[in-house]
Structures are given as structure tokens and as C-alpha cells.
């Protein structure tokens, strides 16, 4: 049912700037929480940062005063921006949704992206 779309990914030197889009398309629930994790070769996938239907964000310590997350709940749409970029901030980064079910309080489900790629070169 819901597909989730990645794009905007790409190499940049280290201190510039990309921004993330992640459009979600089916039917969703209106209270969901969409959410950037990323992974490097050989490394557990790990939180970036998340935003709620109502708005609050969450960030993980690597990413704060650097990163921006963002949504369009009209879209389905969240972004990324990532300013300052650093070697270590390359990954593949994947977007989630999380959303409730529309009959079933306390259900939800999750659905994954297929990642795109940010590399960082210093």
C-alpha cells in the first residue's frame, strides 16, 4: 500500500550542504511520525532524526545543529537538510514512516524507503 520515494542524495565536498526528500504515497493514517535513519558499510542502521504528525522533532546527537528535519503533511513529504557536512556523515540514508492504523488504536505499521546515497569527501 504506501510506498516511500528517497531523493536528493549525491557527493558533496565536506562543509556543503544536501537536502533529503521522502515522499509518501498510498493511504495513510493522519497521526504517523516519519523519520531519517542512515547506515554505513559495516555499521548498524541508525536514527537521524524523526518528526510527528503535530511536529516535534527528535535528533540524534551527530546530526544536531547541523541537520534540519522538516514535513509537508499536506505531501506526505519530509526533508532533510543537512548543512556542515562531514566524512562521517556519509551513508545510505533511508526514510520511515510509522503511521497508526485508522481502526485499531495502539497498531501501527512501518515502511521503509529503499535508501539513498550521500557521500562526503574531505
Known amino acids: 500500500q504506501v510506498q516511500l520515494v528517497e531523493s536528493g542524495g549525491g557527493l558533496v565536498q565536506a562543509g556543503g550542504s544536501l537536502r533529503l526528500s521522502c515522499a509518501a504515497s498510498?493511504?495513510?493514517?493522519?497521526?504517523?511520525?516519519m523519520a531519517w535513519y542512515r547506515q554505513a558499510p559495516g555499521k548498524q542502521r541508525e536514527l537521524v532524526a524523526s518528526i510527528t504528525s503535530g511536529g516535534s522533532t527528535n535528533y540524534a546527537d551527530s546530526g544536531k545543529g547541523r541537520f534540519t528535519i522538516s514535513r509537508d503533511n499536506a505531501k506526505n513529504t519530509v526533508y532533510l537538510q543537512m548543512n556542515s557536512l562531514k566524512a562521517e556523515d556519509t551513508a545510505v540514508y533511508y526514510c520511515?514512516?510509522?503511521?497508526?492504523?485508522?481502526?485499531?488504536?495502539?497498531?501501527?505499521?512501518?515502511?521503509w524507503g529503499q535508501g539513498t546515497q550521500v557521500t562526503v569527501s574531505s
Open positions: 498510498g493511504i495513510i493514517d493522519s497521526i504517523n511520525t
Open positions: 520511515k514512516l510509522r503511521e497508526k492504523d485508522s481502526l485499531l488504536l495502539g497498531t501501527w505499521y512501518d515502511y
